[in-house]
């Protein structure tokens, strides 16, 4: 199975400050990955496709990047509703997996 | 807007089984397969399984022999037998966004809530 190394587990942060996050696979994905924002006691949405594509409806303040192993979401500026955790997902391969998540809060 | 609407929370004993509906609206959902990701209580996000437009199925090794999932147009199915109290959980289920990209997720069902309690 491929495995997803996702960092950091959580992170504080104030508003207007550049935020990322990453996940690196155990092998090779292509860009076979999706980001992914959960708020408590809601279901997931989808902020990011093939690594690089943002989702319809989406603030242009988050993008992706990366292909291959090394994968990365940014937010650019801080905004309070962007406090949630943050998963990626690798769809290349069976079984998909997860990360193991990344909680950002506002200082 | 694509709507996943999932069935109500269940509470279960251990050793039960438990099935969870998640139906598409307005439309169904064609060809897309339908995956089942769980969430146990403040953790992280888990792949359960998968269910193709065709009713392939495809699951996580865990589950292989008490897991089944089923479709129709527009509702799919997920049965989970010989529960126990790891089983205790969110349920979600998330359609693929299209019949040849397998697992890639884009919208999610609101969750159902499974409790496996003596």
């Known amino acids: 199975d491929i495995q997803m190394t996702q960092s950091p587990s959580s992170l504080s942060a104030s508003i207007g400050d550049r935020v990322t996050i990453t996940c690196r696979a155990s092998?090779?994905?292509?860009?076979?990955l999706a980001w992914y924002q959960q708020k408590p006691g809601k279901a997931p949405t989808r902020l990011i496709y093939d690594a690089s594509s943002l989702q319809s409806g989406v603030p242009s303040r988050f993008s992706g990047s990366g292909s291959g192993t090394e994968f990365t979401l940014a937010i650019s500026s801080l905004q309070p509703e962007d406090s949630a955790t943050y998963y990626c997902l690798q769809h290349h391969a069976y079984p998909p997996v997860f990360g193991r998540g990344s909680k950002v809060e506002i200082k | 807007q694509v709507q996943l609407v999932q069935s109500g929370p269940e509470v279960k004993k251990p050793g039960a089984s438990v099935t969870v509906s998640c139906k598409m609206s307005?439309?169904?959902?064609?060809?897309?397969?339908v995956n089942w990701v769980r969430q146990a209580p403040g953790q992280g996000l888990e792949w359960v399984g998968w269910v193709s437009g065709l009713g392939r199925t495809n699951s996580a090794d865990k589950f292989y022999d008490r897991l089944t999932m089923t479709t129709s147009t527009s509702t799919v199915f997920m049965e989970l037998r010989s529960l126990t109290s790891d089983d205790t959980a969110v349920y979600y289920c998330?359609?693929?966004?299209?019949?040849?990209?397998?697992?890639?997720?884009?919208?999610w069902g609101q969750g159902t809530q499974v409790t496996v309690s003596s």
């Open positions: 092998q090779d994905i292509k860009d076979d």
């Open positions: 307005p439309n169904n959902f064609g060809n897309n397969g």
């Open positions: 998330a359609r693929d966004v299209d019949p040849t990209n397998w697992y890639e997720i884009d919208f």
